[in-house]
């Protein structure tokens, strides 16, 4: 090899959630201050949407506020119906009046009734991220748009203009609710045009 | 490739070199990572960690490996670290950098700043293990 | 080089690992676990627990005048027991109060139940406890099944401490860097070859002919299991519903319900047991391939003796064996985990046209690989692998094309002086 590294800036580590402030649906950097004190006075947050729009990112900008502020009291990924026991024990061991997030509320099935009465009973806040309606008094709705894949890839590295706004409309096009696929196929482009070679 | 949060409307500097002008390596060879620091008029340094790691990036979730670790806390240590420093290591026979498609694997060095408010800093500086050829795109 | 051995006994434990039927039975076993523990506490916490704590902490205490005796007698398909019984009268906010109690639990002979009810006469005062919620119900003994209390914690504590584990490793994360929290779980160890997958499983069943017998990493196994396992039960299901249905009928009773729902059974049943039969023949007809090396690990530069054996019948169009490089990349698509994986480099070892086999026989041929002079050694971490092996592609007339992976473990070259710039791998 020679020369610097070449990185791929469609790469995860740059894509992942937390790598990017969280961003609504016109691009625009969305206010998880004012977003954190509406989660206080309404006692819990619900971010709904499709796959691969930001939902984990925003989680992850609200973990982080309520953990400066000394209120967090867990962040939980949920995978399986199995992390159920997980979300029941963080939110039983959370000081009451703190924040317990959960991402992947959607895996909970029926679980998730037990774990909003186990955190009403101790008096956590939930902040979940969801595939469907939760139920929770504020509702955060995040969606797929082309000005928020464009606002998200002018905050990655450089892409030395292999990537153009076409490429962008063409891979939203491909996976229309799913920013994440987009955001792959967009490291595919930037692959075979800086390597040489389609992908077979 | 620096990463953290601003302090006092700066953000610190973290310079380094290495004992191969090249910034390679081969396996088991010893690495010396020299560096020097500036920071902003305000920021207390509460403690550093210098670390030396293999970290792959690509379309998979990021993993790393950490071949060294130092993490200083006694004031003393922390001023001379701050101050600019040097630290290294024996690289081990692997991984060997490498240049995939989907799969790369990357070695660095890393300075960690932890600021006494709180906010951390991390200046993160790549080197190559090896030589192994750039990985092609084969065709079906 | 060693003398073939005609009667080798394959030792070692060979795994073919099909990751879909890992996690569906893994699922399985730890959804059951949750679901029992959940219930087996419930039932626990709401039949003995919660009863037990209110007569130790709400019923009101009282002196109880006996006023009459009996025995109450409990039959179950397995035993008689009797319980002494006594009629008790105690004063209330409600006035005057009579109610049955019983004292010394169920006890296995008559005769004993007789004589503690001897022990106490009429108009005997005794202390008892009544619920203030209920006058009419009164103890005369209070106290705690401790071991009912132990289980009551105990499962849904081992529950809570299996799911908060992986609790744990988040809050022992927080607040320290990336760097730190990797130290922590993985502490940095002295490993000849660090991130290279071991390759134990690989070396552990010695060929016939060259020294090792590579196993295969296909999922062929597992899929013949699935298909047959999903046919007989789903089938048997079938069965009984068939039959019980049948019954109605000859009986002169028509099932609405029941009938109905056979149809689909029936097609998703007949489905099942055509998929098996299939993936039989199939397994059948192209035959096994079986793999050997004259040495492994393997390192760049190394060249290798490999001997492909191949059983099935009939005429195989073209087998060939190649050797690939593939990497592949794990990551979360919300709760979903999805795997892609890229083959960057593949190598023709050898390759054979129309290979005649009759039932009974093996095609046996030797070839040579090479592994290029800069291959990147075989990694592996949590989410990401670069790995090589070597593949068997065939096709037998009549049947659909075939491929079967044998993963080999490529170690890194010993460490040289530095050399020229390196050059492009090339097909």
């Given amino acids: 090899m020679s020369g610097e590294p070449r990185s791929n800036p469609f790469a995860t580590r740059y894509t992942r959630p937390g790598a990017i402030p969280p961003l609504d649906a016109t691009g625009q950097p969305l206010d998880v201050a004012r977003l954190a004190e509406d989660i206080r006075r309404m006692r819990g947050l619900s971010i709904e949407g499709p796959h691969g729009t930001g939902k984990s990112t925003l989680l992850v900008a609200i973990s982080a506020a309520f953990e400066t502020a000394g209120q967090l009291g867990a962040t939980v990924r949920l995978r399986q119906t199995r992390d159920a026991v997980t979300a029941i024990a963080a939110v039983g061991r959370a000081p009451s009046g703190s924040v317990v997030c959960l991402d992947g509320w959607n895996v909970l099935g029926s679980s998730a009734l037990l774990v909003r009465l186990l955190a009403r009973l101790r008096g956590v806040m939930l902040v979940v991220t969801s595939h469907r309606a939760t139920g ?3 509702v955060v709705r995040t969606s797929a748009t082309l000005a928020l894949l464009a606002a998200i890839v002018a905050r990655l ?6 990537i153009e706004a076409a490429d962008l409309a063409d891979a939203l096009g491909h996976h229309p609710s799913d920013l994440r696929e987009a955001l792959l196929e967009l490291y595919d482009r930037f692959e075979e045009r800086t390597r040489g070679g389609a992908r077979g | 490739m620096t990463s953290g949060l601003d302090t006092a409307g700066r953000f610190p500097a973290v310079t380094a070199s290495f004992s191969s002008a090249d910034r390679r390596y081969e396996p088991l060879e010893e690495i010396l990572v020299r560096y020097t620091v500036e920071l902003p008029p305000t920021a207390v340094v509460r403690s550093v960690e210098r670390s030396i790691l293999w970290y792959t990036e690509g379309k998979g979730e990021e993993d790393i490996g950490v071949h060294f670790f130092e993490r200083i806390t006694e004031r003393a240590a922390v001023t001379e670290a701050t101050a600019g420093s040097s630290f290294g290591a024996r690289l081990p026979s692997s991984p060997l950098s490498y240049e995939g498609v989907i799969v790369k694997i990357r070695w660095c060095a890393r300075v960690r700043l932890f600021f006494e408010e709180g906010r951390d800093f991390v200046s993160e500086h790549v080197f190559e293990v090896g030589h192994v050829p750039v990985a092609t795109i084969v065709p079906s | 080089m060693r003398f073939p051995r005609f009667f080798a006994k394959k030792r070692g434990h060979r795994r073919t690992v099909s990751e879909v039927w890992g996690s569906v039975a893994e699922g399985l076993f730890h959804a059951g676990l949750v679901v029992a523990g959940l219930v087996f506490g419930g039932l626990l916490a709401t039949g003995v627990a919660v009863p037990e704590w209110r007569i130790n902490h709400r019923f009101v205490e009282a002196e109880a005048i006996v006023v009459g005796k009996g025995l109450a007698r409990r039959t179950t398909a397995r035993e008689r027991t009797w319980e002494p019984a006594f009629r008790l009268r105690y004063e209330t ?13 169920p006890i296995a002979t008559r005769a004993r139940a007789v004589a503690l009810l001897a022990d106490v006469s009429l108009d005997a005062t005794m202390p008892c406890w009544y619920d203030p919620d209920a006058p ?14 132990l289980l009551t914690l105990l499962l849904p504590s081992a529950l809570v401490g299996f799911g908060g584990a992986g609790l744990v490793r988040s809050i022992v994360g927080w607040r320290k860097s990336e760097e730190r929290r990797a130290v922590t779980f993985r502490p940095i160890a002295a490993h000849p070859h660090p991130a290279i997958p071991s390759c134990d499983d690989l070396v552990n069943s010695p060929g016939t002919v060259l020294r090792f017998r590579l196993p295969t990493s296909g999922t062929e196994g597992w899929n013949l299991l699935g298909f047959g396992l999903f046919a007989l039960l789903w089938n048997t299901v079938l069965t009984v519903l068939a039959v019980t249905a049948g019954l109605d009928l000859i009986g002169g009773r028509i099932d609405w319900l029941l009938l109905p729902i056979l149809v689909p059974f029936a097609v998703v049943g007949i489905t099942g047991i055509v998929m098996f039969v299939r993936q039989l023949v199939l397994t059948s007809a192209v035959g096994t391939t079986q793999l050997e090396i004259s040495d492994h690990p393997l390192r760049p530069g190394g060249h290798y003796d490999v001997l492909l054996a191949q059983s099935g019948s009939g005429v195989f169009q073209n087998l060939t064996v190649t050797l690939e490089l593939e990497e592949q990349a794990t990551f979360r698509q919300g709760t979903d985990t999805r795997t892609e994986r890229l083959v960057v480099w593949r190598s023709t070892v050898a390759s054979w046209k129309d290979v005649q086999l009759a039932p009974g026989t093996r095609f046996e041929a030797k070839a040579r690989l090479t592994l290029p002079a800069t291959a990147m ?10 790995s090589w092996r070597v593949v068997v592609h065939g096709r037998a007339a009549r049947w659909p094309a075939f491929s079967r992976g044998f993963p080999v ?3 890194p070259v010993a460490p040289s002086p530095r050399h020229a710039e390196p050059q492009e791998m090339s097909l």
């Fill in chain 1, 157 to 162: 590295p450089d892409h030395g203009r292999s």
């Fill in chain 3, 93 to 105: 906010p409600a006035g005057p109060t009579e109610a049955w109690a019983f004292r010394g639990g």
């Fill in chain 3, 377 to 386: 050694h075989s990694f592996v971490s949590e989410h990401n692998a670069v």
């Fill in chain 1, 136 to 138: 929770l008094p504020l």
């Fill in chain 3, 409 to 411: 473990v490529v170690h």
């Fill in chain 3, 136 to 149: 009419g119900t009164v103890v005369l003994a209070r106290g705690y099944n401790w071991w009912m209390w």
